[in-house]
């Protein structure tokens, strides 16, 4: 039977305001669960940018985007981690397109 994987992009945003050693802890935290869960193909951390509208009175953020492929459950629990996170300001996964892999 083949098992569906799915080419996904998320893209979180961690509070700049912690200390930095926690930021960077936040970031490979989320980074190494993506990469138990999936396949990660690139990692691009844009770094310190100021948000469109601030959040919690907070003016930037530290963002970082991820592409990676994985099974369709694993997206709901990584946007449930985001939310349970107090260090991540916001996080979205969006579905890129459909492959099929032979198991």
Same mark, same amino acid.
């Given at each position: /039977?083949?098992?569906? &994987?799915?080419? *996904?992009?998320? %893209? *979180?945003?961690?509070?700049?305001?912690?200390? $930095?050693?926690? %930021?960077?802890?936040? &970031?490979?935290?989320?980074?190494?669960l993506?990469?138990? =869960?999936?396949? &990660?193909? $690139?990692?691009? $951390?844009?770094?310190?940018?100021? %948000?469109? *509208?601030?959040? =919690?009175?907070?003016?930037? +953020?530290?963002?970082?985007?991820? =592409? !990676?492929?994985?099974?369709?459950? !694993?997206?709901? $629990? %990584?946007e449930?981690?985001? =939310?349970?996170?107090?260090?991540? /300001?916001? +996080?979205? &996964?969006?579905?890129?397109?459909?492959?099929?892999?032979?198991?």
């Open positions: /039977m083949e098992k569906a &994987v799915n080419s *996904y992009e998320t %893209l *979180y945003i961690v509070n700049p305001t912690i200390a $930095e050693d926690d %930021l960077k802890n936040t &970031v490979e935290k989320f980074n190494a993506i990469a138990e =869960n999936g396949t &990660v193909a $690139e990692v691009n $951390e844009w770094g310190k940018r100021r %948000l469109a *509208y601030p959040i =919690n009175d907070i003016p930037e +953020g530290y963002y970082v985007l991820v =592409n !990676f492929t994985s099974d369709p459950s !694993f997206p709901a $629990e %990584l449930r981690r985001y =939310n349970i996170d107090e260090n991540i /300001m916001r +996080g979205i &996964v969006i579905r890129l397109e459909t492959k099929k892999a032979k198991s």
